[in-house]
């Protein structure tokens, strides 16, 4: 058995080694396979009076030797995906019969991005934006939606939109409730946040509240929903 470790697209990459597996016949294709490999090299065999033995075995039987190692076995691939959100919950996913030709080359693969993924998140991420959780799309997404809208000035407003971001919405997309691609192209970022959560919790800044006052997300939503419309109105031609 070979692991194979995903991040969001474990679901995708299963269903692209079963139809692999499924259009090459299964455990039958390469046995079937080699067998009309053999076939050509008799032919030629007998259809060739003259030929050089080392240019014979460097274009012939090289790549069959090859092909046997690498095509002819197979074995079960188990994809383990890391990545929560992204519309699918984490899960894990077996496929029978890959070339080992395959298998191996997308272990290796896979295993270096996750080093690479865990390195960042150890030590470069902020735990509330880590790439293992939310994956890159999560993370640039909520920069680029805090940092687009200018009428965001009030630091008041600014600190109880990334305090709603991080409390509210990052969970959100934890638990597959916001689609990070709709909220990634939403025409209308205010109602893509949109949240009725009463179990969870956020702070609203104010001048009489400066270090924040707790509300749940579905109070913090409102307020902020109606700064934001408030503040984009009075900057309005």
Not at 44 to 62: C, D, E, H, K, Q
Request: aromatic share 12%.
């Amino acid at each position: 058995m070979v692991q194979v470790i995903t991040y969001g697209y474990g679901y995708d990459l299963w269903r692209f080694l079963n139809g692999i597996v499924i259009y090459l016949g299964g455990n039958e294709f390469s046995g079937l396979i080699f067998t009309v490999a053999v076939m050509a090299v008799a032919v030629g065999i007998l259809t060739v009076r003259r030929i050089n033995p080392f240019t014979y075995f460097s274009a012939i039987w090289l790549p069959a030797l090859l092909y046997v190692a690498l095509f002819t076995s197979t074995t079960t691939v188990m994809i383990t995906d890391q990545q929560y959100g992204a519309g699918v919950p984490a899960g894990n996913w077996s496929v029978n019969n890959v070339p080992l030709g395959l298998a191996y080359p997308l272990s290796i693969v896979t295993r270096v991005e996750d080093l690479i993924v865990q390195a960042i998140d150890n030590n470069l991420a902020p735990v509330n934006h880590t790439y293992h959780r939310f994956g890159l799309l999560g993370e640039v997404s909520l920069i680029q939606a805090l940092e687009s809208n200018n009428y965001l000035e009030d630091p008041y407003m600014y600190q109880t939109a990334l305090a709603y971001m991080n409390d509210c919405v990052l969970p959100a997309f934890a638990s597959g409730d916001i689609d990070p691609l709709a909220f990634k192209y939403s025409p209308d970022l205010l109602s893509s946040i949109a949240l009725n959560y009463n179990a969870l919790f956020s702070k609203v800044y104010s001048p009489a509240h400066p270090t924040g006052q707790v509300m749940t997300c579905s109070q913090v939503y409102n307020v902020l929903s109606g700064q934001v419309n408030a503040a984009a109105m009075s900057i309005a031609p």
